[in-house]
């Protein structure tokens, strides 16, 4: 079972960072209005009935342990929402233990045929019988397994042996999207640095954080200041400061279509059915700011510090089935200069993001990445002849039931330059003092870097295994904020 962080003593994203994470498909100087995911627009109030797709929303509360139950191939056998409950998992035996507990919608016995809605009979957990749990002990990232074999009773249920399993054993033929927004108190947290601040805002006037922090609602902020210092083999004796926040509001964006289902031909030559197309992503707001002051006495190579870990469990409740999306964000700064270069300087940058990746029979699995950025320098001052980068980034992924889909690295930066030459002229015989002249040029930018992979996981959907990780692709773009003469 994976450790988690402590929680937190104020609760807390996007990474993330949720996440989170993105890269950028647009000028990144240009007004926030990016589109959210494909179908993302859909509404999540949508119902079952005939043609409509399913409703996705995030769980209540009271379906914090919910669990979905699926008999593919028999008569009434589509998921539908039971009283069944994990009692505990075993995730290096795969064996867990299913109980009934209260009172609800319960499977027929699979021997006795379905009988009108609301009067089925009660019977056990049976072989072929597809579970999707909320997170449960011994599951924490969510439960989607296969019963292969009832073991027996025992004081606590039913034990059953399970294997892994696809999405599309529940969802079969149905659709489904929508976008949901992630709770910003139910992040993990874990301070990796003494003075890292996280704040957060959530409906009925809620707050958490240092006083007089202002988040909006439904955000979380990262706050962090820390000194470099100067790096093993950096030619300058040189110390710098760096401080500066993210604020994400994150959002978790799904979508199945079962409708336009086609058997594909996979490797080993046999043939399997799976939708017809799918997105897992992450998006939503994105602000920071972040300042570096002094002489980065770095290498060439980027020294990366890490100050904030978090992570999130959200249950999206897809029709009668509850998904688990697991997001983990890592907040760092990165630093590369020559250590000569003196440095003031503050930047602003605010927009939106989406990454994700997204599934069509004719194309397999593409990535989805865009980000539309404003920023602005809130004070410049570059000195002396040199070259500094500072990043405040955040590395995100985000998957389901445990299983890591999409990997993606987002890192805004500010970079400056300088260049010039110092003359000194004494007359000759004189005791004057020298003339001391300076001339030259100092030119401040600011960008945004992504990269990242779509891993073999995403083919949890039940699409065609990816054979290898599909690189984002690494995503460059950047702008002049400031130049100047020295």
Known sequence: MRKRPSRA???ALAASALFLAAGCSADPVQSSAAARTPDAGASATATANGDQPLAVAAAPATAATSTAVARPGTAGGKARQTSLKVKSYDSHTRRAVISTLGKGTSWPSPSVSPTPAGTATP??????DVIASAPAPGAPDGLLAKVTKVIGETADGTEVQTAPTTLDTLLGDDDAKGTVPVDPA???????LPDVKVSWAKTGDIHSGPEGTKVPLGSLRVDVATKVATAEGAPASAGASVSGFVQVKPEVDFSYGGGASTASTASNGSTASGPGAAYLGVSGDWTSQWALKG????TAKPVRLPFAKLHADPVLQVGPIPVVVNLDLTCYFEISGDGRVTVDVEQDLKGDF???GTFGTAAGWTPVNES??????VRTSVTTAGSVKAALGAQATVGLYGAVGVTADLAPYLRGEAAGTVTATTPVGSGAKS????SGSWALYGGLDLSGTLQIQLAIFGTPVIQHAIPLGTLHREWKLADGKM
């Open 354 to 356: 989406k990454a994700g």
């Open 123 to 128: 019977g056990r957990t049976a072989v072929g």
């Open 186 to 192: 139910s992040f993990d947290v874990e301070r990796l």
């Open 435 to 438: 003339d001391v002249a300076a």
């Open 372 to 377: 539309h950025m404003d920023s602005s320098p």
């Open 9 to 11: 003593l104020v609760p």
């Open 295 to 298: 002489r980065a006495g770095a």
